[in-house]
T-cell receptor
Framework: GESVGLHLPTLSVQEGDNSIINCAYSNSASDYFIWYKQESGKGPQFIIDIRSNMDKRQGQRVTVLLNKTVKHLSLQIAATQPGDSAVYFCAENTNFGNEKLTFGTGTRLTIIP | NAGVTQTPKFRVLKTGQSMTLLCAQDMNHEYMYWYRQDPGMGLRLIHYSVGEGTTAKGEVPDGYNVSRLKKQNFLLGLESAAPSQTSVYFC???????????FGPGTRLTVT
């Protein structure tokens, strides 16, 4: 899964197509999840979040799906544009006295014109 | 509304030198964080603060110190830089722990 790894997974998608980026989170006690987008040379930018009492949440062109049974999170981007090219990573917040965000290593999304 | 700003953007240090990274936010957030980002690894939390005058250790605190004298500022200090501290450092702030974090543009630090 994405949570630990030395190599950054990559995904190439044709402009206009939909893309799905996956994330396997590590802690079944996590109760809050965020997707970030990071463009080259910039800081991470918030895309969308979801709490553990939800299975799905939609934003503008983006949808996050949460499957707590298999500890899996996905980000769907509709009608991809060149500006969507970036590294995307998920973060999970774990409760119970050690609350902090744990970040995955990310997936590099490249949009092919 | 500038959000989260960081200074400097780039810095080169020699082993043993010291420096301070400054983070400022204008969103009146209580929580502030310092992370480092290394190739092939996710963001790792160095130190964080849950309010003015408070600091706490994160995942990788060794070799770093922090101070939060004013609510809007969070300083990260390296007392004696080591090559292992070559990294990109990001500051972030949030309204609370279970809320989105807003990140600054980063500081690229090289220690030779």
């Amino acid at each position: 899964g994405e949570s630990v790894g030395l190599h950054l997974p990559t995904l190439s998608v044709q402009e206009g197509d939909n893309s799905i980026i996956n994330c396997a989170y590590s802690n079944s006690a996590s109760d809050y999840f965020i997707w970030y987008k990071q463009e080259s040379g910039k800081g991470p930018q918030f895309i969308i979040d979801i709490r553990s009492n939800m299975d799905k949440r939609q934003g503008q062109r983006v949808t996050v799906l949460l499957n707590k049974t298999v500890k899996h999170l996905s980000l769907q981007i509709a009608a991809t544009q060149p500006g969507d090219s970036a590294v995307y990573f998920c973060a999970e917040n774990t409760n119970f006295g050690n609350e902090k965000l744990t970040f995955g290593t990310g997936t590099r999304l490249t949009i092919i014109p | 509304n500038a959000g989260v700003t960081q200074t400097p953007k780039f810095r080169v240090l020699k082993t043993g030198q010291s420096m301070t990274l400054l983070c400022a936010q204008d969103m009146n957030h209580e929580y502030m964080y310092w992370y480092r980002q290394d190739p092939g690894m996710g963001l790792r939390l160095i130190h964080y603060s849950v309010g003015e005058g408070t600091t706490a250790k994160g995942e990788v605190p060794d070799g770093y110190n922090v101070s939060r004298l004013k609510k809007q500022n969070f300083l990260l200090g390296l007392e004696s830089a080591a090559p292992s501290q070559t990294s990109v450092y990001f500051c972030a702030s949030s309204y609370g722990l279970v809320y989105e974090q807003y990140f600054g543009p980063g500081t690229r630090l090289t220690v030779t």
